[in-house]
């Protein structure tokens, strides 16, 4: 017998009489100003929020605080002119030396200030995580209050990556001591536009 | 109302003050009580040491000594959840179904069906408060840290009605105390390390005496006092709910 | 207990022998223990969160079968290759065959307790596969040739100046240096290179979703993705018991996961993988070992509705003051003491035992399981199959009769002796370890059987 077929098995003849899915909770924690919140937990976790009132406001924005890097790249429209031009066909690798990348995300979550992206907004899978800063764009209609609102807003889209972010890379391994940029970005800005 | 005092062996054998008063106090509140005389133990050390099949004998004489009572009194929140879940006869199951549903560790008798809300103690002292696991966590006597749920507490809830009591804030007020019955030995290190931080809680903030409702815990803790030469003393919260004015 | 190996008694011996150092770790365990608490508080619902996490994990166990054809078959349409692994054995034999036949000599690792419950590196380095640990924590205790103490916070027994020695030693980082900011640094250069350089990447999982065949890993640092989506060949490993029913059901995990296990309000990566990348193979190996057999025990079965998030071991206090290692199993603390006597009943026949049965663990586990109970049942489960000391055993047989006798307990001495012999805390004659570090009580006048006698005759 296969070990597929052994295993089934034996979880057929071994598991309990079946039980029911629970219904959703109803009555989960809702907040009065869900990007004011979104910011307030950004901040905590290490990232930073910047509400815009368009891209031109967010161009100056980026001007000023990435000033002097070489190597930033976007998969928005609005931004090409601040912006490496066909950088998307490369080989992932090739990404090891970006400065800043620029993506947008689907929405965010205001209790973890986590931020929905699908690699359709990555340009490669690679990119929110081998860049040296990340910084991702959402419009302020988009922040919902939590995780349960936010499945519900993806439902049974198809992608074949995607993942939640909320803030930069981190790590407490040595003595519970906060560092920020453990392999991935060093720092992580979001924009939240009006 | 007839209740049955439940006095564990190492109660019995070790802190009769306790079992003392435990008993002037359910009187004084006007409460009939008797003392089986032929009572031994509730089979918890074996239990819990993985011998529970041991216990058939101790489960017995159990519900020999207690099954007539209307209700079942112990000062020690150990003793009474091990018997409220572990209690069982195949001979005479539904008594011991009878004798699990009315046997309660003191505060929660003196809370929940007698609704003390008055007390005649004085004990004017600084007295730190220990949360003994299976009280507190087992038959849920006060609110657990761990939980997101309202603060509630049997014991001081009566200890409040102690005059001139001064109840110490604790750093970690409800972290174990390390005796755990046979883990105290078998598990030494662990257990005095256990129970030296817990002690250090209490003396750092300035606590002279420490209660709880469970003497074992209190045994484990005067054991590591004494050791010290420590002033700090233990008392049984019926001592104290019972202590005369003075 | 009998094994001849150390058992935890004895390693929580040795732990201790460095007082300061206990205090030191208790108390940075508290502090994860303390900021989970704070998180949990933030949320009104947590409690309802709870019921809700514990009940759909309930389902899942009771239709697993089904789950599992379901993942599997959404699985492989999404171009996921799925293997099925009986043991460790086999689990570590298939990773290699898939590294073999890709010629593939070094890979790099994101954590997964699994594979250190197969102890696949040792296997892979015998078979000349060169693999790298990227978690920072785990790299830490691998160049210390050490197996990690905890499943989140893996090298949480090493303080800052060990690490600074074996950075200086494998990373060339300045003697002396210690400051984690700097070490984090060096680790990043030096990790990033094998990011770059490695072919495979091996990763856990900590959701799959039978609905959809995504499966979820969730990491802070990033590791995980970084090693996923530089290669060509990611494999992704995962116990049958991960599986969950529905996409949305992740709404419930991923609230609970991150703040019972550091206090954060969710991971900084929630990864979810459907599809491999264009020229990317994707492989996912269902995993046994043991764990049907657990489902199978009906006392001991909700011990799989583990996520992994290690909270019961920042709130053990025996934990705290026994370190990771002490438990000589790769899951550590509450939740590995009622996990590892399924593996092997003998060898981890102590751990049930080393436990006050306190209960704080099950109050913090974000799935309710029922640990503290478990443990009391394994230890019954343990005496019955006959893996107790027998000194042990001959002591509560004795205990058993006077306790049964009041006539005996009575005549057995008078106020303290019988106790003095046969108490709990000392009934396996072990008189000098109540009495190495405690005194004994006093034995009173009279025991209260003796006062009530005389003071309340009826």
Known sequence: MSSRAQILARVKENQPDLTVLPADLIALVQYADPVEMFGKVLDGIGGMMHPVKDYAEMIGLINTQFAGLPRIISTIPELKELTEKDWENQDPHSYENVDVAIIKAHFGVAENAALWVTESLMGQRVIPFICQQLVVVVHKKDILSNMQEAYQQIADSVYGFGAFIAGPSKTADIEQSLVLGAHGPKNMTVFVLA | ?246 | MSTGIKDHAALSDLFNQDEARVDWHDETLWFVRAKRDKAANTLEEWEALRENASQIKDNVLSNLHDYLSEFESNAQKNGVIVHWAADAAEHNQIVHSILKAKEITRMVKSKSMLTEECHLNEYLQQNGIEVIDTDLGERIVQLAGEPPSHIVLPCIHKKKEEIGELFHEHLGTPKGASDPQLLTAAARVHLREKFLTRRAAITGVNFAVAETGEFVVCTNEGNADMGAHLSEVHIACMGIEKIIPKRANLGVFLRLLARSATGQPITTYSSHFRTPRAGQEMHLILVDNGRTQQLGRADFRNSLKCIRCGACMNTCPVYRRSGGHSYHTAIAGPIGAILAPNLDMKQYADLPFASTLCGSCTNVCPVKINIHEQLYKWRQVIVKEGYADPKKAIAMKTMEFTLSNPSVYRTAGKAGRWVMKNAPFLVNNKLNAWYKQRDMPTPPQQSFREWYKKNNNE
Not at chain 2, 108 to 114: K, N, P, R, V, Y
Not at chain 2, 204 to 214: E, L, S, V
């Open chain 2, 1 to 246: 109302m007839t209740v049955g005092l439940f006095i564990p062996c190492y109660i019995d054998q070790f802190y009769p003050n306790a079992a003392i008063a435990t008993l002037k106090l359910l009187q004084k509140l006007g409460v009939k009580v008797s003392y089986p005389l032929q009572q031994t133990c509730c089979g918890q050390p074996m239990a819990n040491s993985g011998f529970e099949h041991l216990t058939t004998g101790c489960n017995e004489l159990f519900i020999d000594n207690f099954a007539e009572f209307d209700y079942i009194v112990s000062p020690s929140g150990s003793c009474v959840l091990h018997i409220k879940d572990h209690l069982h006869s195949d001979g005479q199951p539904e008594k011991a179904i009878g004798v699990r549903k009315k046997v309660y560790e003191l505060t929660e008798f003196l809370t929940d069906i007698l609704k003390v809300e008055k007390l005649t103690a004085r004990f004017p002292h600084k007295v730190g408060v220990h949360q003994s696991c299976h009280g507190q966590r087992g038959l849920m006597m006060s609110q657990m840290t761990e939980l997101v749920a309202a603060p509630f507490s049997k014991p001081l809830h009566l200890l409040n009605m102690v005059k001139d009591l001064e109840l110490v804030e604790l750093s970690r007020p409800d972290e174990c105390c390390g005796f755990g019955g046979t883990f105290c030995v078998a598990e030494e290190a662990v257990s005095v390390k256990m129970g030296k931080d817990r002690v250090a809680d209490h003396l750092n903030h300035g606590a002279q005496y420490i209660t709880a409702a469970d003497m074992s815990c209190l045994m484990h803790m005067e054991g590591i006092l004494k050791r010290r030469n420590s002033q700090v003393k233990v008392l049984h919260i019926a001592e104290i709910l019972n202590a005369e004015e003075v």
